[in-house]
């Protein structure tokens, strides 16, 4: 009886130690793991702090570019753009397109300009005053010659009885000085006439100049558009990363880049230099901004058999790192190619751009009417289909005229509306039948000709069964 009330003891000491080093444990992994909350925790205040302290520096430097800028600490960006555009406008409309618009390089063209003025007003002067001169000078020639024939008459006059061979030979003499002046004045009428043909031939001379100069324009500026490079030649960022087993990848862009959620960009393969439809592998749109330079993106679409890779390219000809594109749209809008153009499919065009960061600047309404303007800042002017026959065919037709008028006078790049599409990643929707894990057995069942419905599924055989029917 004493050996199993020593055993029974044994048993529970055993029970109790073991007991022991399992709390013992517990109580070393619930330490470690508050540790390392902790940590965390702290290292989470410390990039708030940073990010506050960025945030501080940030609200201090764009106050005093607002003071700089004559403006209070309140005034909103949309003024401040608004008020800048207009002094660009007011200001510096004779700046070259090519050099940059702002205000450390205005003044100096302002300058420039108010000397190019003084000095054509100073020559303007003094041209003036040496024609001023030369009339003055032959009104006094002429006076004088006129005094001094009064004179001589009113001499005859006076000795008229003693002087009448006097006076006669000084009419004689007045009178040839009169033809002599009267030719004169005719020899000055053909010079002067001379001298309007001739400025006449240098007016016409000049304007075919101008002509010449403006094609040369026009040459030099489609020459320069051949040269310069679209954007969309250009990528905007590359796959870094992908997961195809759950349709995300992974990109080289973040908020230092200004990128947002949505935006969607094709993507075509590394090495090839075409960018046309036809060799796009797939979309992708914005999920998730993770760090200044990466975000998580979705497959929106892509090819089996040519699937997204890490370093393919992508492209948006409506986002730039760090700024806006700039649109315009012209033409009907007709995206589902039914010959019209609809309020649904412009706000479609519409919300393209708002969630790829762009910015319209004038557009085309479906019913021929022109909202905004475009400018030489406008990237892109999207063409639409001709106007439909009827009462507004006539009123799109010239608004669509005017527009892409207006575009080659700014340098504007005029694309085709399935073109701008496609390279905003857009496709129309369509019904896709998917295959593997995702595949659905009511998509592919065996139907015999005819259209008969002897053929029924199978089904996985039971107990007691005698076949799989």
């Known amino acids: 009886m004493a050996a199993r009330d020593s055993q029974g003891l044994q048993i529970g000491l055993i029970v109790t130690v073991m007991f022991s080093i ?3 444990i517990a109580c070393y992994v619930l330490f470690r793991s508050a540790d390392e909350a902790n940590a965390k925790a702290q290292a989470a205040e410390d990039s708030l702090n940073k990010a506050n302290e960025i945030r501080d520096t940030s609200l201090l430097e764009s106050q005093e570019l607002k003071k700089m800028l004559g403006y209070d600490i309140g005034a909103k960006l949309d003024e401040i753009t608004t008020n800048f555009e207009q002094d660009m406008k007011l200001f510096g409309a004779d700046v070259p397109p090519s050099d940059p618009k702002h205000y450390r390089t205005l003044s100096g063209y302002l300058l420039s300009a108010i000397n190019s003025r003084h000095a054509q007003v100073v020559d303007g002067a003094i041209r003036e005053k040496t024609l001023q001169k030369e009339k003055d000078d032959a009104e006094a020639r002429e006076i ?11 001499a005859a006059v006076a000795t008229l009885a003693d002087e009448r061979t006097k006076f006669n030979t000084g009419l004689e003499q007045f009178k040839s000085e009169t033809s002599r002046l009267e030719g004169e004045l005719s020899k000055k009428q053909k010079e002067n006439s001379a001298l309007v043909s001739q400025l006449s031939k240098e007016t016409t001379s000049l304007l075919s100049q101008i002509d010449t100069k403006e094609k040369l324009i026009r040459g030099l500026r489609e020459k320069i558009e ?12 590359k796959i870094t990363w992908v997961n195809q087993a759950e349709e995300t990848v992974w990109v080289n862009l973040g908020f230092a880049d200004g990128l947002n959620r949505q935006i969607t960009f094709s993507v075509y393969d590394r090495d090839d230099n075409t960018r046309t439809a036809d060799k796009i ?25 040519n699937p997204i890779l890490p370093d393919d390219l992508l492209f948006t000809p409506a986002w730039t790192p760090g ?12 995206i589902n190619h039914d010959g019209k153009s609809t309020e649904a499919e412009h706000n479609l065009i519409r919300n393209l751009i708002a969630i790829n960061n762009g910015v319209i600047d ?30 507004t065919s006539e009123r799109i037709m010239t608004a669509r005229t005017d527009m892409t008028n207006a ?4 340098g504007v790049k005029k694309i085709p509306l399935d073109q701008f599409l496609t390279l905003m990643g857009y496709r129309r929707s369509a019904r896709s039948i998917p295959l593997g894990k995702a595949a659905n057995a009511d998509d592919f069942k065996a139907k015999p000709p005819g259209g008969s419905t002897r053929f029924r599924p199978r089904s996985a055989p039971t107990r007691g069964a005698k076949g799989a029917y």
Not at 226 to 237: K, R
Not at 285 to 304: N, P, Q, T
Not at 323 to 334: E, I
């Open 323 to 334: 700024s806006p594109q700039r649109f315009a749209f012209t033409g009907v809008l007709d």
């Open 362 to 391: 004038a557009e085309m309404l479906p019913d021929g009417k022109v909202t905004g303007a475009m400018s030489i800042n406008t990237r892109y002017l999207v063409d639409g289909d001709a106007g439909p026959e009827g009462s």
């Open 407 to 410: 575009a080659a006078e700014l």
């Open 144 to 154: 004088a010659k006129r005094d001094a024939a009064i004179k001589a008459q009113q």
């Open 281 to 305: 592998k797939g979309e992708i749109e914005i999920i998730r901004i993770r760090d200044a330079h990466l975000a998580e993106a979705k497959i929106v679409g892509s090819s089996v058999s």
């Open 22 to 24: 399992a709390l013992l």
């Open 226 to 237: 051949g040269l310069t490079p679209e954007s969309f030649d250009i990528a905007d960022g």
